[in-house]
């Protein structure tokens, strides 16, 4: 049984509740990132630093080969372009020269100058260009493409004795290519220096503060939280920062929270259960104290009752011998028949019996059980009934095939159906004005929880059971006759007999005439209630003999 306080610390313990999301937590984060295998690959066995220092050099290096290769057509596009115009420039200033037919002279002085004259076919000039030069003769045009590569082309046409014909000069500026050059070493030094300065701000600023400095704190809580340092295992809410590692700061700050309050509340759940346990214990303690107490005071009450049952049992045995031996007492010279002496050593051998009860009550000695035919046992009751001088006008008939057999003490059964059988007879005997009447005993089989059992009938033409009567008639001291007779012990004498060999004694008035009828339900092959009991046990049952 519980007790009142636990059933009062059990309504008050909390019911545990799941955890609430942290703050700004973001559920989409669940279905954007992609799920992939870990601790797998390079980067997969550095640290965090290490690999932040991986990826900026792997990142600026990519930068500037993408800055490299997409600059590079500018650049080269505008040395392109100031070589064709100096080329333009320097084939208009030797124009002169080159109508008269004569080579001029700064060709000769620069050897970054070079220049050819002939067909536009030879020379390999692009017909739109050819186009180009042939409207303006003796003018210089640009040239994206010629045999000697981009520069600038003219056309003469014939005279002074020569013929007409295409030029073309190219020449290339070497401060403009050194230039160029300074150009692309200047821009891999700026994004040299952009990734020392954003690794350098990473490193020393943004990374140890909002990084390493969190996962550092929540490796810390985690070994206090291994090593049972409690006042450590939470991280402050003053170095939780407000971004994705913060939120997974708060959510284990939170679910440590849970496990603790949990593990409160198993606690005093726990200490609940023991104090309930104790109380329990002493409970029991008194419990079996009080069964002790009622099972003595049980069999001293049970041994008053069988006492008295022992003297109700005593007359009908009593008052055998008392007219037998009245008998011996009127006619001294006259032999005793063969019969009444048997019948003088039954009733002999019941009073034996009677006596070796009141032992095994004392002893508590189990029956001794064999199989006996139910015929003989009810007819030893008829005999031992009809003996009694004020049943001799009551008509008793036994109906019990030979061939059917119980595992039972005889001389207890024989008892039962003494008491059955004469308390019928007396319910005859009873009516008034007296009239005749019978009892009728039958047996039959009969089936219970799938065993078979036997059904004995005692029906009699009396005038029944009272309704005030028939829920207790079985008690002890429950009798309708007031004379000295009517103890009321006999029916619960019988039903403790019955009750001992597992069987059932039922009581009811009769439907097709007037009259009671008590029916005995006995098992065929059942062992008795002894060995159906735990081993010692001392408390014998209503109206045990």
């Avoid at 690794?199 to 996962?215: G, H, K, R, T």
């Avoid at 032992?359 to 030893?380: C, H, K, S, Y």
């Avoid at 619960?492 to 009811?508: D, P």
Wanted: glycine residues 8%; charged residues 25%; aromatic residues 4%.
């Amino acid at each position: 049984m519980v007790s009142n306080e636990a059933r009062i610390a059990r309504s008050r313990t909390p019911t545990p509740t799941p955890p609430p999301p942290p703050p700004h937590f973001d559920r989409r984060l669940i279905r954007i990132l992609p799920l992939r295998p870990v601790g797998q690959g390079l980067l997969a066995r550095m640290r965090i630093r290490k690999k932040m220092v991986v990826l900026h050099t792997i990142f600026s290096l990519a930068l500037a080969a993408v800055l490299m290769v997409a600059i590079r057509p500018a650049i080269v596009k505008v040395v392109e372009e100031a070589e064709r115009a100096e080329s333009r420039l320097l084939l208009d200033s030797v124009m002169p020269e080159l109508r008269a037919g004569g080579e001029p002279e700064i060709f000769g002085l620069r050897a970054n100058i070079a220049w050819r004259q002939g067909t536009a076919q030879e020379l390999g000039i692009l017909p739109e260009t050819v186009a180009a030069i042939t409207a303006i003769p003796g003018r210089a045009v640009t040239a994206e493409r010629t045999v000697i590569g981009h520069g600038a082309a003219a056309f003469l046409p014939p005279g002074g004795g020569q013929p007409q014909r295409f030029v073309v000069v190219a020449g290339e500026i070497p401060q403009a290519r050194e230039a160029a050059g300074q150009v692309y070493w200047l821009i891999f030094m700026a994004v040299f220096a952009v990734y020392l300065l954003v690794a350098a701000a990473l490193e020393l600023i943004v990374l140890p503060q909002s990084v390493y400095a969190p996962i550092q704190r929540t490796l810390m809580a985690d070994h206090a939280l291994q090593t049972g340092r409690r006042d450590e295992e939470i991280i402050p809410e003053s170095m939780i920062p407000n971004d994705e590692l913060g939120e997974i700061m708060r959510s284990r700050n939170e679910s440590i929270r849970q496990l603790r309050l949990q593990e409160a509340q198993l606690s005093r759940a726990l200490q609940s259960l023991e104090e309930v346990a104790n109380d329990l214990k002493s409970k029991n303690h008194l419990l079996e104290t009080a069964k002790r107490n009622l099972a003595d005071a049980d069999r001293l009450a049970s041994l008053g009752m069988m006492s008295a049952g022992i003297a109700h049992e005593l007359n009908t045995p009593l008052a055998v011998l008392k007219g037998l031996v009245e008998k011996l007492n009127m006619n001294p010279g006259e032999a005793m028949a063969p019969p009444q002496a048997a019948l003088m050593l039954r009733v002999v051998g019941r009073l034996e019996k009677l006596g070796e009860s009141l032992l095994d009550f004392a002893r508590v000695r189990a029956p001794q059980t064999r199989d006996e035919p139910l015929a003989g046992i009810i007819n030893e009751a008829i005999t031992l009934v009809r003996l009694d001088r004020d049943c001799a006008g009551v008509s008793i008939e036994s109906l019990v095939e030979p061939g059917v057999a119980v595992a039972c003490d005889p001389d207890r059964m024989v008892q039962v159906f003494v008491n059955l059988i004469r308390n019928a007879a007396d319910a005859i005997t009873s009516r008034v004005p007296r009239s005749p009447g019978g009892v009728r005993i039958s047996a039959s089989p009969a089936e219970r929880n799938g065993r078979p059992w036997v059904s004995v009938c005692i029906a009699d033409d009396g005038p029944g059971i009272e309704p005030a009567v028939l829920s207790r008639i079985f008690q002890p001291f429950v009798s309708t006759r007031l004379d000295a007779r009517g103890t009321g012990l006999g029916l619960a004498v019988a039903e403790g007999i019955v009750r001992e060999h597992g069987g059932l004694l039922l009581a009811r008035n009769r439907t097709d005439r007037q009259g009671a009828i008590f029916e005995v339900l006995l098992p065929i092959e059942s062992p008795m209630t002894e060995s159906l009991a735990p081993a010692g046990e001392s408390t014998p049952r209503r109206g045990e003999l």
